[in-house]
């Protein structure tokens, strides 16, 4: 032998390597698959004893909608499922800009406030926006709907009006 090279291919044994990679896999998949069921909040219709439908009328909650448009002009109304539209019609109001142009924020807040005080277990706005609405317009929208400075006492205080708030635009 010339070279004294050893031509023989050197083999790797991998069943050991495997073994703990699988057992890994498995582990994880054990792991995020548990982590991905979720519960479902769901009810089912009941039969009344009495054959009536015994669901009380919801009228002391609204969902208030305030459409904005791009000069400061708003629209607000009320709605619920419970309630007539003419029940309804005294809480709609159109409340035009500011002269020097933006929307008029204390009128607005002034107005839900009224809604507010009627309707206590309200808690929802919706805010349709223009396209044209501007990012600063929206937030001062929000602050408006969301709670209305008052003095108690010599202190100022913020009751809440509406913070759950969903922000939508116009269908085109």
């Given at each position: 032998m010339a070279g004294g090279g050893n031509d023989e291919a050197t083999g790797f044994d991998l069943t050991a390597l495997m073994d703990i990679l699988s057992n890994i896999i498995f582990f994880l998949m054990a792991s995020f698959g548990a982590a991905v069921v979720a519960v479902l909040p769901a009810s089912s219709p009941t039969i009344s004893e009495s054959g009536?439908?015994?669901?009380?009328?919801?009228?002391?909650k609204v969902t208030v909608t305030l459409q904005l448009g791009a000069d400061g002009a708003a629209k607000i109304s009320a709605a619920n499922n419970d309630m007539l539209p003419e029940e309804l019609e005294p809480y709609a109001k159109t409340i035009p800009p500011l002269p020097e142009g933006g929307m008029n924020a204390e009128l607005i807040t002034e107005h839900l406030w009224s809604?507010?005080?009627t309707f206590r277990e309200s808690k929802d706005i919706i805010i349709v926006c223009d396209d044209d609405v501007t990012y600063e317009m929206l937030v001062d929208a929000m602050d408006a709907s969301r709670e209305r400075r008052t003095m108690v006492n010599?202190?100022?205080?913020?009751?809440s009006m509406f913070p759950a708030v969903v922000v939508s635009s116009l269908a085109k």
């Amino acid at each position: 032998m010339a070279g004294g090279g050893n031509d023989e291919a050197t083999g790797f044994d991998l069943t050991a390597l495997m073994d703990i990679l699988s057992n890994i896999i498995f582990f994880l998949m054990a792991s995020f698959g548990a982590a991905v069921v979720a519960v479902l909040p769901a009810s089912s219709p009941t039969i009344s004893e009495s054959g009536e439908n015994d669901a009380a009328r919801d009228t002391d909650k609204v969902t208030v909608t305030l459409q904005l448009g791009a000069d400061g002009a708003a629209k607000i109304s009320a709605a619920n499922n419970d309630m007539l539209p003419e029940e309804l019609e005294p809480y709609a109001k159109t409340i035009p800009p500011l002269p020097e142009g933006g929307m008029n924020a204390e009128l607005i807040t002034e107005h839900l406030w009224s809604i507010k005080e009627t309707f206590r277990e309200s808690k929802d706005i919706i805010i349709v926006c223009d396209d044209d609405v501007t990012y600063e317009m929206l937030v001062d929208a929000m602050d408006a709907s969301r709670e209305r400075r008052t003095m108690v006492n010599g202190k100022a205080v913020f009751p809440s009006m509406f913070p759950a708030v969903v922000v939508s635009s116009l269908a085109k």
